[in-house]
């Protein structure tokens, strides 16, 4: 029994949310564990620690929105922004902890 292929617009839009989740889900995780690091009030291994921990529920909810999203557009968005916006606090707090 031969079954037609997608199309290749779907077929695309499907391979860019896999990347979405599996790349920019993690890239999202990781920013998120180290702005934690840096704000959660506790010695620095504890600090890490908790955020580690908390950064698999992050990489969970951030494979559920890809998936969730109306278009694999959103779901990058709703990925990079966050990332991006963590990952500048985080140098900020960087310089602002080098500085100090």
Do not use: Q
């Not at 997608?6 to 990781?30: E, K, N, T």
């Not at 998120?32 to 529920?57: C, M, Q």
């Not at 990058?76 to 140098?91: E, K, R, T, V, Y």
């Amino acid at each position: 029994m031969n079954s037609p292929l997608a199309p290749p617009h779907y077929r695309l839009a499907l391979l860019s949310r896999v990347v979405a989740a599996v790349i920019g889900g993690y890239l999202l995780a990781s920013f998120s564990t180290i702005f934690l690091s840096f704000i959660l009030p506790s010695s620095l291994p504890e600090a890490v620690l908790g955020a580690t921990l908390f950064s698999f529920a992050i990489y969970t909810a951030a494979i559920v929105w890809v998936f969730a999203a109306r278009n694999a557009t959103r779901a990058w968005l709703g990925l990079l922004l966050p990332g991006s916006s963590l990952a500048a606090a985080s140098f900020i707090l960087y310089l602002a902890g080098a500085a100090a």
